[in-house]
């Protein structure tokens, strides 16, 4: 892409008046190459892991929506059980109502973490599969070319509620 990325600097005590003959320089760049390699690695192998971490988030939320869906059904037959509700104190329907809403800011988490996963996923799928050219050996790709991810806000899942 040849953005400059910053110097490589090689610091030599002898002096060289007539400058670096052609095998130097040719050893510089391969040097330059190697150093340029490796950060293109190490950028690859972060992409990796965030996806990594990302899958595992997606798939620890469906593993969480069954014993959920159990909570959130039992809090709604409290909640309709009449009888119930005259035994009850105010303070103990409102704990009850607040474990509902408990449970469904929850299921709201983890459904955003699953589609939030399955878009990066088509998003990724869709791009076609091209690889990376560029004039210089080892340099980066754009930042666009990352797939970016998005963030569940757990305040407005709250404010939604009320």
Do not use: W
Request: hydrophobic share 35%; net charge neutral; glycine share 4%.
């Amino acid at each position: 892409e040849g953005y400059k990325l910053g110097t490589l600097c090689v610091i030599d005590d002898k002096v060289r008046p007539d400058g670096l003959s052609l095998e130097m320089k040719q050893n510089l760049r391969e040097l330059a190459d190697i150093v340029v390699d490796n950060m293109v690695e190490r950028r690859r192998e972060k992409i990796r892991i965030l996806a990594d971490k990302s899958h595992m988030l997606a798939t620890t939320a469906h593993d969480l929506l069954t014993p959920l869906s159990g909570v959130q059904m039992s809090l709604s037959l409290l909640q309709e059980d009449d009888q119930l509700k005259e035994r009850l104190s105010e303070t103990q329907m409102e704990l009850v109502s607040t474990a509902g809403n408990c449970a469904e800011v929850m299921n709201k988490i983890c459904h955003s973490a699953m589609t939030s996963f399955r878009t990066d996923l088509v998003s990724q799928k869709s791009k076609p599969s091209r690889q990376h050219k560029s004039k210089r050996k080892g340099s980066l790709p754009n930042e666009s070319d990352d797939t970016t991810t998005q963030h569940i806000k757990v305040t407005e899942l709250v404010q939604s509620l009320n």
